[in-house]
């Protein structure tokens, strides 16, 4: 499993926000530090109250993602309309498009910034085999 941790300054405002977008939480991971959002089976993204957050991050200041890029955070979609659906229910809900398309034979991405500032990016790729040439 993969777990992606980040600090968020309302925990309250950031799951009405994934929620709008259609994630889900495991609320036995819930708590008023934190909460593990369910990307699927194998990997959850945990979202932590900053004070609680800097518990793990004794060594080093928090990154103020609303200036500087931590990490950008991309998931794969079913298609192109998925992609879009995604990206246009973020930005319903509050957060910023990120303006980039990448639309190119086999692969289709878009993203947003989360109400902190964290860059999501929903891609679509073909995983179809290639067509062998005779």
């Given amino acids: 499993m993969i777990f992606v941790n980040l ?11 994934f929620k709008a977008i259609g994630f889900e939480f ?9 909460t593990g ?6 990997a959850y993204v945990m979202l932590s109250v900053e004070s ?10 928090l990154v103020d993602a609303s200036k500087s890029v931590e990490t950008t955070i991309a998931f794969s979609a079913e298609s192109k309309d ?10 319903a809900a509050g957060g910023t498009s990120t303006g980039d398309v990448v639309d190119q034979p086999g692969m289709y991405s878009r993203g947003f910034y ?3 500032g964290h860059q999501w990016e929903f891609v679509w790729m073909d995983m ?4 062998q040439q005779s």
């Fill in 7 to 17: 600090a968020v300054k309302d925990l309250g405002k950031s799951m009405d926000f």
């Fill in 52 to 61: 609680f957050f800097k518990s793990f991050t004794k060594q080093k200041e």
């Fill in 82 to 91: 998925d992609v879009d659906q995604v990206i246009d229910k973020a930005v």
């Fill in 114 to 116: 989360d109400l902190d």
């Fill in 128 to 131: 179809s085999p290639p067509v």
């Fill in 37 to 42: 959002m369910i990307v699927n089976d194998q």
């Fill in 26 to 34: 495991n609320e036995q991971f819930t708590s008023p530090e934190g």
